[in-house]
């Protein structure tokens, strides 16, 4: 977790998407962006609470652009991931807590294949509600074995006229719709 | 980005790496879809032991990720062969053109079915043996039991029709396998049949080539992969599989014995793009490579200048 937290006020906020960009419908895309990648570094650096670390790496800018400071960075988000090393090292210094934090993250075999057993209905169902398209597509591209799907998916790609990374990035998009299909699924059954 | 995503980046490396998913969306949508696989290569137990162990320790460290590998888990099991023959329509879409890369690969993973699959049969057979001994035996304990004998008769009889029902599905499932796995013997004669007549036009005035497929299989797993040059080879065909780490302009390879020492190295190596994705196609002189243990270490030239290591490949040399 966080060493502390800093406020984000509106004004701060204001001046954040002016930041970003002068188009504020823009700007608040960029946001969105920016923090969706932060959350995910923190996320691969061990951090036990990725998004509260994003949300403090952006406050941070945020209150500095807030009192007027001109960030002479070349790229904006590339004075975002400074700010963000620094929280993160921040946070290292209390290691031992989160460390602590994660006692109950530890692999439990049993308990990942129970979690998978309780997602199999939703995701059956989530399956059959896509569209057509994407249903087909998602199916085909996770199909077979290692080796198999690596060549399914070339051909997919060219059946489809576009690049390996577009339909990676596709099949992306439509697999976070089905996880969040199969949680909310799970919160309603848990409800 | 696999290494990333596992936590074996050196920190200048990973910081630098960092900077470029920040400003460059579609590095970081690429690094999004190679997290889906690498979830997927967990769940479907296709990770190395070291990734494997490295994946539990270094990337279910949030809530967030272990619901993803739970989904992942679940859509492994959606997708697993039983129900994708659901799907033959789907299937019939993505036609499998013939290729010797495919051919080989093929051959190989239907051995390697095949070994697997006979190990399996004779596994649960001794299993469901001893089962049925273990249950005759503990009845007839029980039959001479003085207490409670009628329950423990009832509770065995009940055990021994659950062994029974069991080996009817055992038997059942024996079945499909031994039709799956006589399918694959054709394939493999097929295959093995194809593979000779290609060897056969091998032209006597082309050079001999020795070649291996790297792929991260063998990565960080400290090579377990084999090369074999025949004495009148001339050349070493090294085929990196890339594994998707492949947005780079251009590669850097050096390889080094297992002490360390440079072999050999080349710079500007460009990626050639495969049925699998891509690869990199290093010809080397087969005289520089002695029996022994080697690494090829691959790093990648990013757009922004930066070199980031893309993986490490170990293999051993026989002569």
């Given at each position: 977790?966080?060493?502390?937290t800093?406020?984000?006020?509106?004004?701060?906020?204001g001046?954040?998407l002016?930041?970003l960009?002068?188009?504020?419908e823009?700007?608040?895309?960029?946001?969105?962006?920016?923090?969706r990648?932060l959350?995910?570094l923190?996320?691969?650096?061990?951090?036990?609470f990725p998004?509260?670390?994003?949300?403090?790496?952006?406050?941070?800018?945020?209150?500095?652009?807030?009192?007027?400071?001109?960030?002479?960075?070349?790229?904006p988000?590339?004075?975002?991931?400074?700010?963000?090393?620094?929280?993160?090292?921040?946070?290292?210094?209390?290691?031992?807590?989160?460390?602590?934090a994660?006692?109950?993250?530890?692999?439990?075999?049993?308990q990942?294949?129970?979690?998978?057993?309780?997602?199999?209905?939703?995701l059956?169902?989530?399956?059959?509600?896509?569209?057509?398209?994407?249903?087909?597509?998602?199916?085909?591209y996770?199909?077979?074995?290692?080796?198999?799907?690596?060549?399914?998916?070339?051909r997919?790609a060219?059946a489809?006229?576009?690049?390996?990374?577009?339909?990676?990035?596709?099949?992306?998009?439509i697999?976070?719709?089905?996880e969040?299909?199969?949680?909310?699924?799970?919160?309603?059954?848990?409800? | 980005?696999?290494?990333?995503?596992?936590?074996?980046?050196?920190?200048?490396?990973?910081?630098s790496?960092?900077?470029?998913?920040?400003?460059?969306?579609?590095?970081?949508?690429?690094?999004?879809?190679v997290e889906?696989?690498?979830i997927?290569?967990?769940?479907?137990?296709?990770?190395?032991?070291?990734?494997?162990q490295?994946?539990?320790?270094?990337?279910?460290?949030?809530?967030?990720r272990?619901?993803?590998?739970?989904?992942?888990?679940?859509?492994?099991?959606?997708?697993?062969?039983?129900?994708?023959?659901?799907?033959?329509?789907?299937?019939?879409?993505?036609?499998?053109?013939?290729?010797?890369?495919?051919?080989?690969?093929?051959?190989?993973?239907?051995?390697?079915?095949?070994a697997?699959?006979?190990?399996?049969?004779?596994?649960?057979?001794l299993?469901l043996?001893?089962?049925?001994?273990?249950?005759?035996?503990?009845?007839?304990?029980?039959?001479?039991g003085r207490?409670?004998?009628?329950?423990?008769?009832?509770?065995?009889?009940?055990?021994?029709?659950?062994?029974q029902?069991?080996?009817?599905?055992l038997?059942?499932?024996?079945?499909?396998?031994?039709?799956?796995?006589?399918?694959k013997?054709?394939?493999?004669?097929?295959?093995?049949?194809?593979?000779?007549?290609?060897?056969?036009t091998?032209?006597?005035?082309?050079?001999?080539?020795?070649?291996?497929?790297?792929?991260?299989?063998?990565r960080?797993?400290?090579?377990?992969?084999?090369l074999?040059?025949?004495?009148?080879?001339?050349?070493v065909?090294?085929?990196?599989?890339?594994?998707?780490d492949d947005?780079?302009?251009?590669?850097?390879?050096?390889?080094?014995t297992?002490?360390?020492?440079?072999?050999w190295?080349?710079?500007?190596?460009?990626?050639?793009?495969?049925?699998?994705?891509?690869?990199?196609?290093?010809?080397?002189?087969?005289?520089?490579?002695?029996?022994?243990?080697?690494?090829?270490?691959?790093?990648g030239?990013?757009?922004?200048?930066?070199?980031?290591?893309?993986?490490?490949?170990?293999f051993?040399v026989?002569?």
């Amino acid at each position: 977790m966080p060493p502390k937290t800093t406020f984000l006020d509106s004004e701060a906020f204001g001046a954040l998407l002016d930041f970003l960009d002068a188009d504020r419908e823009a700007a608040g895309d960029k946001f969105q962006s920016l923090r969706r990648r932060l959350v995910k570094l923190f996320e691969v650096r061990g951090a036990r609470f990725p998004e509260d670390l994003a949300d403090e790496t952006i406050s941070r800018v945020a209150g500095k652009v807030g009192k007027g400071l001109k960030i002479e960075a070349q790229d904006p988000f590339r004075y975002f991931c400074g700010v963000a090393f620094l929280v993160f090292k921040e946070v290292t210094r209390g290691r031992s807590r989160e460390l602590a934090a994660m006692e109950d993250l530890r692999f439990h075999p049993a308990q990942e294949l129970a979690e998978a057993d309780e997602r199999l209905p939703h995701l059956q169902r989530c399956l059959e509600n896509l569209p057509k398209d994407n249903h087909q597509l998602i199916l085909s591209y996770h199909q077979g074995e290692k080796g198999e799907r690596i060549s399914n998916r070339r051909r997919l790609a060219d059946a489809l006229g576009v690049t390996a990374t577009a339909l990676r990035i596709r099949a992306h998009r439509i697999r976070l719709a089905l996880e969040s299909c199969v949680e909310q699924g799970l919160s309603a059954d848990s409800a | 980005m696999v290494l990333y995503l596992l936590g074996n980046l050196a920190e200048a490396d990973q910081e630098s790496l960092e900077e470029t998913l920040l400003v460059d969306e579609e590095a970081f949508a690429r690094l999004e879809a190679v997290e889906d696989d690498l979830i997927d290569a967990y769940a479907r137990g296709e990770l190395s032991k070291t990734d494997q162990q490295r994946f539990r320790q270094r990337f279910l460290t949030t809530q967030g990720r272990r619901q993803r590998v739970a989904f992942g888990r679940a859509l492994a099991t959606e997708m697993s062969p039983k129900e994708s023959s659901k799907e033959e329509s789907t299937e019939a879409a993505v036609p499998r053109p013939a290729s010797r890369g495919w051919a080989l690969r093929l051959a190989v993973a239907a051995n390697i079915l095949l070994a697997l699959g006979l190990a399996w049969l004779a596994a649960q057979t001794l299993n469901l043996k001893g089962q049925v001994r273990e249950l005759a035996s503990q009845r007839l304990d029980a039959m001479e039991g003085r207490e409670s004998l009628s329950d423990q008769a009832q509770d065995l009889s009940r055990r021994l029709a659950e062994g029974q029902e069991r080996a009817v599905e055992l038997d059942q499932m024996v079945k499909t396998q031994a039709e799956e796995l006589t399918r694959k013997g054709e394939q493999i004669a097929a295959l093995q049949g194809d593979l000779a007549r290609r060897t056969s036009t091998r032209s006597s005035a082309q050079p001999l080539v020795a070649s291996i497929l790297l792929s991260i299989g063998v990565r960080s797993e400290g090579g377990s992969a084999q090369l074999e040059i025949p004495a009148a080879a001339d050349q070493v065909e090294l085929q990196v599989d890339l594994e998707g780490d492949d947005a780079y302009d251009d590669f850097r390879v050096t390889l080094r014995t297992g002490a360390g020492a440079q072999v050999w190295g080349r710079k500007g190596v460009e990626a050639v793009a495969t049925e699998w994705g891509s690869e990199l196609l290093l010809k080397l002189p087969a005289e520089l490579l002695k029996p022994g243990r080697y690494e090829l270490a691959v790093e990648g030239l990013a757009a922004s200048g930066d070199v980031l290591p893309v993986g490490f490949y170990g293999f051993s040399v026989v002569r």
